[in-house]
């Protein structure tokens, strides 16, 4: 009963870190799929006292990604009713030419006014709306939300961490008369420590399978008959095979690093 306590207690704070690994990438992939919706929905509008293309506005700003004109015949229309058609020439004629653009990629406000006064530098420039006030405020929003999670999944894994090396102590004092005796014949480091290599490597295994199975029911099982439109819509991105690999890779470095820090705290030990 206490063998399997000893390692439940490693297990457990392996898995919650193994977690906010797999969260933190789950939320990377929806989220960058939600900022391209963002991106996509969202366009500046620029006036100009001459006709322009997308590449005449790239030279000037390398995140405008394409543009797209408004056609004046249709502003005319709408603010030319009733006026003959001579006046409504000279209308045409006076009107400069408006552009909606789209950006690259979802930036802050900062970057947004950067864009503005790019623009404005060039002579044929007149005007750029940008609508920044509710575009900050949504870009505010979602950068506390993205900052707050990962401030919470950094939090839960140093504390893990530390519950990981602690139960390595355990293991380390169980393991420190023959590991020492190892030491007075010369074992080498990775020699004498091979008892907790051999536990934490198992261990690491272990928590990495748990956690797929909690991600795959999570996937295939859950999401589906959860009834909430984003899981079904994002269900291929709530988790990929690769993540396996790189919750294996994270787990096995993890035990890594605590087995050799607890190894090099074994009195005697010179290195």
Do not use: C
Not at 65 to 92: D, F, H, M, P, Y
Not at 112 to 123: E, H, P, R, S, V
Not at 165 to 181: A, G, L, N, P, V
């Amino acid at each position: 009963m206490k063998f399997i306590k000893n390692h439940l207690m490693f297990i457990f704070p392996l898995i919650a870190i193994l977690l906010g690994i797999e969260f933190f990438m789950i939320f990377e992939r929806t989220t960058n799929s939600y900022e391209k919706g963002l991106k996509d929905g969202y366009s500046m509008l620029v006036v100009a006292s001459k006709p322009i293309d997308t590449a005449y506005l790239q030279k000037l700003n390398k995140h405008i990604e394409n543009s797209e004109a408004i056609k004046r015949e249709e502003i005319v229309k709408q603010v030319a009713k009733g006026i003959n058609e001579s006046t409504t020439e000279k209308i045409l004629g006076a009107l400069p030419y408006f552009y909606n653009i789209w950006l690259d990629e979802y930036i802050g406000a900062v970057g947004l006014d950067m864009i503005k006064q790019d623009l404005l530098q060039d002579k044929n420039i007149k005007k750029v709306e940008t609508f920044g006030n509710t575009y900050s405020s949504s870009y505010r929003l979602f950068s506390f939300i993205k900052f707050s999670l990962k401030l919470f999944i950094g939090f839960m894994g140093v504390v893990s961490l530390f519950l990981i090396i602690k139960q390595m102590e355990i293991w380390k004092y169980s393991h420190k008369q023959r590991m020492q005796i190892m030491e007075i014949f010369g074992a080498p480091l990775m020699l004498r420590s091979g008892v907790l290599f051999k536990v934490a490597i198992f261990d690491a295994f272990i928590a990495t399978l748990i956690t797929s199975g909690f991600f795959l029911y999570i996937k295939f099982i859950w999401a589906s008959n959860s009834g909430i439109d984003i899981m079904m819509q994002k269900q291929d991105e709530l988790f990929m095979m690769g993540d396996i690999l790189t919750l294996l890779g994270s787990s096995l470095l993890i035990v890594i690093v605590a087995v050799f820090s607890v190894a090099l705290t074994t009195k005697g030990v010179q290195e």
